[in-house]
């Protein structure tokens, strides 16, 4: 059983349409992730939530709005996509203050 | 504030040798570090971790070491091996604001 599991795998869209990305862990965490990694292999984070709660929220433009339906899940909703919004998107799972696990990751290519 | 920086973005080394991946943070107030290495097309996988409280850790051919005094961590790899070529990265958990903070990675190749 994959421990964090996010779909789609790959995104290919066209500028201005709106799309989401689904992000599921079965590890049982309280906290969930989602990072932004760019043709550099930087890892940004981008949003946290703590029990369903956002706790953090990385000055990321409010065209992408995360959303937790329970503690299980974390989606990631992104309206009027632009080019540079192409990247690949990781979510993560952990228990506070403890090591992160992550999905496979979702290329996303905005054209 | 909070960064966290890598020593050099790319090593390569022989197969057989040792590896020694550097990371420097900017936070005294972080308390816990992790190692995460990443393989091509695939999400951060956690390798190692270390607490404030400690200066050593080991794992399976893998060390990670803490020098709270000048904020700096390595990992060192031990008979580095083709299948441990990756992008290895140092992570640094901020307490305040419970975030997990990412180092811009070192990609490591080994030469048969």
């Known amino acids: ?111 | 504030g909070e960064s966290v920086g890598l020593h050099l973005p790319t090593l390569s080394v022989q197969e057989g040798d040792n590896s020694i991946i550097n990371c420097a943070y900017s936070n005294s107030a972080s308390d816990y570090f992790i190692w995460y290495k990443q393989e091509s097309g695939k999400g951060p996988q956690f390798i190692i971790d270390i607490r404030s409280n400690m200066d050593k850790r080991q794992g399976q051919r893998v060390t990670v070491l803490l020098n709270k005094t000048v904020k700096h961590l390595s990992l060192q790899i031990a008979a580095t091996q083709p299948g441990d070529s990756a992008v290895y990265f140092c992570a640094v958990f901020y307490n305040q604001g419970g975030k997990l903070i990412f180092g811009q990675g070192t990609e490591l190749s080994v030469k048969p």
């Open chain 1, 1 to 111: 059983d994959t421990a964090v599991s996010q779909t789609p795998k790959y995104l290919v869209t066209q500028m201005g349409n709106d799309k989401s990305i689904k992000c599921e862990q079965n590890l049982g965490h309280d906290t969930m992730y989602w990072y932004k990694q760019d043709s550099k292999k930087f890892l940004k984070i981008m949003f946290s939530y703590n029990n369903k709660e956002l706790i953090i929220n990385e000055t990321v433009p409010n065209r992408f709005s995360p959303k937790s339906p329970d503690k299980a899940h974390l989606n990631l909703h992104i309206n009027s996509l632009e080019l540079g919004d192409s990247a690949v998107y990781f979510c993560a799972s952990s228990q506070r203050d403890s090591g992160a696990f992550f999905g496979q990751g979702t290329r996303l290519t905005v054209v």
